[in-house]
């Protein structure tokens, strides 16, 4: 398949062709590379020579397998002390590094539009200058391949993304997605199109520990086709004073980079705030900074700051307000319903188990049977079914309700009472 190049200029001004009859062509643009990424987990399949015969999908779903595969036998071959934080460390580096080839894979498509546009210039070209009829057939083909190649990305990357990323992620909790969704994603689309409407300052998420709070922020950001950051303290900060300045500092630093984002691609910023209540609390010396910021930052910069809490009463009410923090969105510890959705959602991939036989209502059961006086939460479940996958070498029903009963619940009956009178007081804030 020939390819031709054009070199130092855009795809939409440049009409000089330069051919080589006993050689391949390359596509060359201003900023873009067509070498291959340099890792072994990247892959450029938006390669111009890619001939009509080549498997697209298989290259894909090939090196996905690889980075899982080879995250699988690392997290077997774990021994000694802390297992569990070892084998958390190997997962989130596989995570980091599917995330990284799927932005690789993003850029590829990119370059695939424009080698798209230009066998299309070509095509053009070759017709009003009367070309022969084999010159024409060749450029038509070529450009046939490419737009397969083009369509084939599109729907390998969306679907990809579409069962790893945004809330597909989180299982169940189809009310508080709904919320999120009604209150800042649809707003997006009228933002867009020029229409006045108000994107919320920031959310605040808050409920009994390990529930979920911040996974939910990461799944909402790539939802709503947000860019994603995180607001933390400096490492070095050695007084309470100085951690509090260094993060309303790291804070402002990341809106700064969000009102530059929005300008140039049009993409808002969720900015994660973990455990809010560190920074903003009764005597915290950033108080009236964080408020004022609080007030006018989806203006003033395109970002909406996502705030997670295990103890939302003690950020002080002129913080937590209707204004600054109008979206309010509690996580409940799993009930039967969310249970048995989160136990599908991590069981669901496991080659170990016979799903057929794995009844999730039961294990919701078993699991919810300790409320009202203690529950369990998410992050529970899923060390439940973890530890089964990763000890067992066959997965069944009783091993799984033997896991559940072996586990002691992670949240008791105080959490659970100071959980209720928090959310009737913070609803209660913004009747």
Not at 178 to 196: C, H, R, V, W, Y
């Amino acid at each position: 398949m020939k390819i031709y190049s054009i070199s130092n200029c855009s795809p939409k001004n440049s009409h000089i062709l330069q051919k080589n009859k006993n050689a391949l062509y390359c596509v060359s643009f201003r900023g873009v590379s067509l070498k291959d990424f340099d890792t072994g987990d990247n892959f450029d399949y938006a390669n111009s020579k890619a001939d009509e015969d080549e498997d697209i999908a298989k290259k894909f779903e090939i090196s996905l397998k690889n980075i899982k595969d080879a995250c699988k036998q690392k997290k077997e071959e774990v021994t000694g002390f802390f297992k569990k934080k070892k084998r958390e460390r190997i997962q989130k580096e596989a995570d980091d590094k599917i995330s990284g080839f799927l932005r690789a894979q993003q850029i590829s498509l990119e370059t695939q539009n424009k080698v798209v546009e230009l066998l299309k210039e070509k095509c053009e070209l070759l017709k009003k200058n009367n070309a022969d009829e084999e010159q024409l057939e060749e450029a038509k083909k070529a450009l046939l391949i490419a737009t397969r190649i083009k369509q084939e990305k599109t729907e390998l990357i969306a679907n990809n993304k579409s069962r790893h990323k945004g809330f597909d992620s989180i299982a169940g909790y189809e009310k508080e997605k709904f919320i999120l969704t009604d209150s800042f994603i649809n707003l997006l689309p009228l933002e867009k199109a020029g229409q006045n409407v108000e994107i919320p300052n920031s959310i605040l998420f808050f409920g009994p520990v390990g529930n979920g709070k911040t996974s939910f922020a990461k799944a909402f950001a790539n939802s709503a086709n947000c860019n994603f950051a995180e607001a933390k303290s400096s490492r070095t900060a050695r007084t309470k004073s100085d951690r509090e300045k260094s993060f309303y500092d790291n804070l402002l630093s990341n809106a700064k980079v969000a009102q530059q984002n929005f300008l140039e691609t049009g993409k808002r910023t969720i900015i994660l705030v973990d455990e809010i209540d560190r920074f903003a609390y009764e005597d915290s010396c950033v108080n009236a900074k964080l408020k004022r910021f609080l007030e006018t930052c989806s203006e003033d910069y395109h970002c909406t700051v996502f705030a997670t809490t295990n103890n939302p009463l003690k950020i002080p009410s002129a913080i937590r307000g209707p204004k600054r923090m109008p979206i309010k969105v509690c996580i409940d510890p799993p009930d039967e319903n969310n249970a048995a959705l989160v136990f599908e959602h991590y069981l669901k991939d496991c080659k170990n188990a016979d799903l057929t036989r794995i009844n999730f209502d039961e294990l919701a059961q078993v699991l919810c049977s300790v409320l009202p006086e203690r529950a369990y939460n998410n992050s529970q479940i899923e060390s439940i079914c973890n530890e089964c996958i990763e000890n067992l070498d066959t997965v069944t029903q009783e091993d799984l309700i033997y896991y559940i009963k072996r586990e002691t619940p992670g949240i008791d009956r105080e959490d659970i009472m100071k959980y209720k009178e928090e959310r009737e007081l913070l609803v209660g804030d913004d009747e």
